[in-house]
């Protein structure tokens, strides 16, 4: 239907399977063109922002009765604006709903959005660990379940679609972001994300993968910067968690990265959103912008003129839907359109998908009900104790013990529970809730602007933690992690001097924009530990080896910062990533051996601060040479975790020494825990291709298993490698799976190999697209069966557990 003013009626109307059709032939162009925006109501236009740029793109200015005068296609953010009571939030929302129904012909609620990366970013909501932290469990199902729990809330709340979650490949350190990344390898990121999105996509919640793509490349760790990064990079690295979370997890929204590509923004890129995602892969879901995204075409790329021309390069390029709020896709757009620069059915298309992802949703439905579930179910709790007790069990999980030196002719930790004598916690994160929280907690991401309103949940500090299990602890809050006075410093000394144990904690404060040390914008020059912790950490373990005292470090950040200078130093040293509301008491469990460590690293932890600004997939030039003074190689590398206990591998087996290069082999061992306490070992397996007819990495991960097994158990572990794992970028940019040698490396990390498998590939040379192979199924068959090993209902083991 052309432009124009059409009856203010209610059409007849049934979500039929051509009510999608029959809507975009009975639209005007306003109504089709209020489809593809959403609004942010009580969005902030002062210093305090969520959102880059946030107070320069404040958007349409009209009155909230004009904007829905022709409909609506997204509500942002009802719930993760402002410190709102649940309760009120359903309210708002019921009423928001009702007025847009009845402010269009048709009646079509909008679709409502929020936040959910650690968590469902609400006040009062559980604050699960962060992505980072995801990672470094190496269990996907724990993931999952997670993120069933995060969907259900949100459901009950009204919501239809979650912005998680994120599926950047580390490549730098000092980003920012790393926090919100589940880590340094593909494969890790994909699966544990696509465990993710199978979970929010249970509870019927749209996910939304971002960023797509290449966005945690950016030069120097910059935060939009532009990214080098060529297109073999690209399809081998940063593309394949995207293809894993499509085809295995039916996601159902794509978010456009902030960066440019060589040039060509991602908001702007149609071989990326159309091209690739839409027609190889198949995708036929939405793809929202980045907040402010389409406008930043104009602002900050400079590819577009004005608004109108941003809103067509983006339309065109394949973005559906504008947010957070009408800027691009309003007046600016329908402009466009009237002079003949865009043609309606570019719209149309959009539209289409909008409109499907609607009626997937029930919202086209007429027997939709405007009011949340949890409205009409009476007490909201968005933080039960199911919750928390999954948040503590993924936190015990992901909490990684880099280091366990010998104290009294003993390991260091576990603390001893009889012998401990007198306790001191000190460090600018003692004292500190916000050390478990990561940027998109709501918290730190919102509540951080409300001083003047109280955390909506329980966020214990770790020196509350000690002092509830031991009684008397000394604790010293040694300055915050920018900062700290002499004087405050040489107190943690004194500490530290006078105890028999100190717990001494550093790391990050997260936030947005420069309100931090870790988060979005808050990027690193180098990774040294924040501020004056290096010396103050400097300071404290000299003072402790003077009197004799046992020091544990505990790394509480969004990235891993260069601990060189103290590994030899520190007793033991345990790193944790934002691990959320039950971060403090996971802490202490580990520590006192009331759990078993067994986190791996996600991300290599670095022994200088500027020495390894890259990951551990790199080529063999990037590693140690003789040729460069500098050795990049990690203090501690991707995959490493000690624990508790001891395992032993041993009946190395591969099925065959050679295979086609279209068929399988399997890849087996048993794991044996010898020593005398339960534990988990993550079982890593390795690729590596030595002659390749391009650069290949030195190894990348190709698959993994947690083994959970109680003291003298054991376990077979098997692997189903097919060729198509193989596969790489070859010399025409496709990818191809090539005739050869490639070794499979059985190990506890990425520098700590257990057993190598020498496998020949023979047959032709051949192109594997994305109906590849792209996971390697593995198999555990328990040979002991092992009593359970976690608190909060771990899942004990079946007979033959199957492990993505």
């Known amino acids: 239907m052309s432009s124009g003013a059409a009856e203010k009626q209610v059409l007849p109307f049934a979500a039929g399977p051509d009510a999608v059709e029959r809507l975009i032939r009975e639209m005007t162009l306003e109504e089709k063109a209020a489809q593809l925006v ?39 953010r009802m719930y993760g604006t402002t410190p709102l009571e649940p309760l009120e939030g359903a309210r708002r929302l019921a009423a928001a709903q009702e007025q847009i129904m009845a402010a269009s012909r048709f009646g079509i609620p909008a679709q409502v959005h929020e936040e959910c990366l650690a968590g469902l970013a609400a006040w009062k909501a559980t604050a699960f660990p962060v992505p980072l932290a995801w990672g470094a469990t190496f269990n996907p199902a724990l993931v999952r379940e997670m993120a069933g729990r995060i969907g259900a809330s949100m459901r009950a709340l009204g919501v239809h679609q979650g912005l998680a979650p994120v599926l950047d490949v580390v490549r730098d350190l000092r980003w920012g972001r790393v926090e919100e990344t589940i880590g340094e390898d593909p494969y890790l990121v994909g699966t544990v994300a696509t465990a993710y999105v199978q979970g929010l996509e249970s509870e019927g919640i749209v996910a939304t993968l971002k960023h797509f793509v290449g966005y945690s490349a950016s030069r120097a760790g910059r935060n939009h910067a532009p990214v080098s990064m060529g297109p073999r990079e690209l399809a081998d690295v940063m593309l394949p968690p995207f293809e ?82 009408v800027n691009c896709y309003g007046e600016p757009l329908l402009q466009r359109v009237r002079e003949g620069a865009l043609d309606e059915s570019v719209i149309d298309t959009a539209l289409r998908r909008v409109l ?335 002659v390749g007819e391009v650069v290949r990495p030195v190894r990348e991960l190709i698959g993994y298993a947690r083994v959970e097994l109680a003291a003298g158990a054991s376990a077979t572990v098997e692997f189903t490698v097919h060729a198509d794992r193989t596969s790489f970028t070859g010399l025409d940019l496709e990818r191809i799976v090539a005739p050869g040698l490639v070794k499979l490396h059985l190990a506890t990390s990425s520098t700590a190999d257990v057993h190598t498998h020498e496998l020949i590939l023979h047959g032709p040379r051949r192109v594997a697209g994305f109906e590849r192979e792209m996971l390697t199924p593995v198999t555990v068959t328990p040979l002991v069966q092992p009593a359970p090993l976690f608190a909060f209902g771990a899942p004990s083991h079946q007979a033959r557990t199957r492990v993505p």
């Open 244 to 325: 894993m979370a499509i085809k295995h997890g039916r996601a159902r929204s794509v978010m456009h990265a902030y960066t440019d590509t060589d040039g060509v923004p991602a908001a702007a890129n149609r071989a990326l959103l159309t091209a690739l995602l839409r027609e190889e892969w198949g995708f036929a879901g939405t793809v929202v912008a980045d907040y402010f995204g389409v406008a930043f075409l104009n602002v900050t790329h400079g590819v577009a003129a004005d608004s109108g021309d941003a809103a067509v390069l983006a339309l065109e390029a394949g973005v559906d839907v504008e947010l957070p709020t």
């Open 356 to 690: 499907t992802q609607k009626l997937e949703a029930g919202l086209l439905s007429p027997e939709f009900d405007p009011v949340p579930p949890a409205l009409a179910a009476g007490p909201i709790d968005l933080d039960p104790p199911l919750n928390r007790g999954l948040a503590r069990l993924i936190a015990q999980q992901s909490l990684v013990l880099l280091s366990n030196g010998t104290f009294d002719g003993g390991p260091a930790l576990p603390l001893p529970a009889a012998a401990l004598g007198s306790l001191g916690v000190v460090g600018p994160l003692a004292e500190d809730p916000f050390a478990m929280l990561g940027c998109y907690s709501f918290d730190a991401h919102v509540g951080a602007s409300h001083p003047d309103v109280p955390m909506g949940i329980s966020v214990p500090t770790v020196a509350q933690a000690a002092a509830r299990r031991f009684g008397a602890v000394r604790s010293s809050a040694t300055g915050t992690c920018e900062a700290a006075t002499p004087e405050q410093i040489s107190q943690a000394c004194a500490v530290a001097a006078s105890v028999d144990t100190v717990v001494v904690v550093v790391g990050d404060n997260a936030g947005l924009f420069g309100r931090g040390t870790s988060g979005e914008g808050n990027d690193a020059a180098d990774l040294r530990l924040p501020g004056d912790q290096h010396a103050m950490l400097d300071r404290v373990l000299t003072a402790a080896a003077a009197a004799g005292t046992r020091v544990v470090v505990v790394v509480l950040s969004g990235r891993p910062y260069a601990l060189g200078d103290f590994a030899e130093r520190a007793d033991a040293i345990v790193q944790g990533f934002f691990p959320g509301e039950e971060g403090a008491d996971a802490l202490w469990d580990v520590l006192t051996g009331v759990v078993n460590p067994s986190g791996k690293l996600p991300v290599s932890v670095p022994r200088t601060p500027g020495g390894q600004p890259g990951t551990y997939l790199q080529s063999r030039l990037a590693g140690p040479t003789g040729v460069s003074a500098l050795d990049p190689s990690p203090l501690y590398g991707f995959g490493h975790g000690l624990s508790y206990t001891s395992f032993e591998f041993s009946g190395h087996l591969a099925s065959a020494p050679t295979i086609s290069t279209s068929d399988a082999v399997t890849v087996s061992c048993t794991v044996t825990n010898t020593g005398s306490v339960d534990g988990a070992e993550v079982v890593q397996l390795y690729l590596a291709d030595p």
């Open 38 to 76: 959403g609004v942010w109501v009580n969005a902030s236009t002062d210093g305090d922002s969520v959102a880059p740029l946030q107070s320069q793109m404040a958007g349409d200015a009209r009155s909230w009765d004009d904007v829905i005068s022709h409909g609506l296609g997204q509500i942002t």
